[in-house]
């Protein structure tokens, strides 16, 4: 696909902002939690939402703009969230997250890249994970867990658990990959691990906007996938499971996998009662929608700009113009609800209209203060709710939010989920 397949929408574009804000529809509860586009409510300038990334792509293309520091600026203070692709999308067929992801990749294609992407992207390519550590150390997580090794091709497992980057090499965030692995065992799951053949996913490759490394990695990913004969490919990671659900099956590539996000098995396993908490856990806590678990969850087949003529004038698009809606929502909300003691408070801005944590896209190497304000807004609505602790089901959620309580040398627990359902059992 080219930018310039996109011109239309671009065109059509009425800067309405409604990219900017969170639906009337979705019953807003008031202005303080009424944005829903993270770079424009922090810059305050229409360049950086969803429509001022179009009219910037359109000026491009059409020669009024040239490549500059102002537009790399503009590109990427955006964590590629889709909150701005939802709204715009609940009445029109305009794609603008798929804009930006055409935009992101011309520019990294024919200008240069950030400094800061570039250590992510010789990182991948030399030790394929994201923070430039030996591939001996991907398996260092599982020590004690007994989980079968699979990177060998001597043992078979149903499940392969992919724990991605960051649950296998932060140590401040191994124990979820810990926790999901036991308690996939104690429900009597057979489940296996790639140790250190596991690969990087291409999630900031492909978010960045370089196509031929996630390309190639996706590829490899999924023909490992295959060779290995699982039936299902259980991910903690949102940012690993959005991309094998969504991105990897438009490749092209047959996958003999079902992808799942862990908290969808547990929540299975739970209410299936081979997981039963029970122990209480008196507390009142929110949960966060990461956006890849979320919004980002739906597999959608962009258009490439294919237009069809009604009645030989009104130009429409063969696909569906609100998404975002069956995201993977309820699951983690089933875990947390399953365990006694626990009282449920839902943010003003959820399920599909969740407010971004501000790490992805990118944004937590490049911007970190951009990242870390988003993640301050996202504190200050979770705790306007009553809650004493926030949940959530990402990697990188949970990292940016932590710090965010961290930065204001506040005390706010962050947890997973698995980390509540292992102390209830």
């Known amino acids: 696909m080219a930018l310039e397949d996109y011109r239309n929408d671009m065109m059509r574009c009425v800067r309405c902002s ?3 804000f969170i639906p009337l529809s979705s019953l807003i509860k008031s202005w303080r939690f009424a944005n829903g586009c993270p770079a424009s409510a922090k ?15 359109l000026s491009l293309i059409d020669g009024r703009v040239d490549y500059s520091d102002a537009l790399m600026d503009v590109v990427y203070k955006c964590s590629m969230c889709g909150a701005c692709d939802l709204t715009c999308r609940l009445g029109t067929d305009m794609e603008p997250l798929q804009v930006l992801r055409e ?26 994970n994201v923070w430039m550590l030996p591939r001996s150390r991907r398996k260092n997580w599982s020590k004690g867990l007994e989980a079968k090794d699979l990177s060998t091709g001597k043992e078979k497992a149903e499940v392969l658990y992919f724990a991605g980057c960051t649950y296998s090499l932060d140590p401040n965030l191994q124990k979820v990959a ?21 690969k990087c996913c291409a ?8 196509e031929a490394l996630f390309e190639e990695y996706a590829l490899s990913n999924i023909e490992s996938f295959n060779a ?4 299902k490919v259980v991910s903690s990671c949102a940012g690993c499971y959005g991309l094998f659900k969504t991105h990897y099956s438009l490749l092209g590539k047959e996958m003999n996998f079902e992808v799942v996000h862990a908290v969808e098995c547990l929540d ?28 980002l969850s739906e597999t959608k087949i962009p258009s490439e700009g294919k237009e069809e003529r009604v009645l030989g ?18 699951p983690p909300r089933n875990v947390i609800k399953s365990i006694p003691g626990i009282e449920l408070l839902e943010m003003e801005r959820a399920r599909e209209y969740s407010w971004c944590c501000g790490s992805g896209g990118g944004v937590k190497s490049a911007f970190p203060d951009f990242a870390l304000w988003s993640a301050e807004e996202r504190l200050e609505e979770a705790k306007a709710t009553g809650a004493e602790a926030l949940v959530t089901c990402c990697p990188w959620c949970e990292k940016n939010l932590k710090d965010a309580v961290d930065s204001r040398g506040e005390t706010f627990p962050v947890y997973d989920a698995t980390d509540l359902l292992i102390q209830s059992l």
């Not at 290995?228 to 039936?231: A, E, F, H, Q, T």
């Not at 396993?269 to 966060?288: I, S």
């Not at 004038?313 to 309820?330: E, H, R, S, T």
């Open 18 to 20: 409604v990219c900017k």
């Open 43 to 57: 810059y305050h300038f229409h360049s950086y939402s969803g429509g001022g990334k179009m009219i910037a792509a």
């Open 103 to 128: 935009l992101r990749s011309r520019v990294f294609r024919e200008y240069k890249q950030l400094d800061e992407h570039t250590h992510i992207m010789n990182s991948i390519q030399n030790y394929d």
């Open 178 to 198: 810990q926790n999901t692995v036991k308690l996939m065992k104690q429900a009597g799951l057979d489940v296996g691990i790639l140790g250190t053949k596991e």
């Open 203 to 210: 999630s900031p490759a492909f978010q960045i906007g370089n």
């Open 228 to 231: 290995l004969g699982v039936k």
């Open 268 to 295: 299975k396993l739970v209410r299936e009662g081979r997981l039963e908490p029970t122990k209480k856990r008196p507390m009142r806590v929110t949960y966060h929608d990461p956006c890849h678990l979320g919004r």
């Open 313 to 330: 004038c009104l130009p429409v698009k063969d696909i569906p113009k609100a998404i975002g809606l069956n995201g993977i929502f309820d």
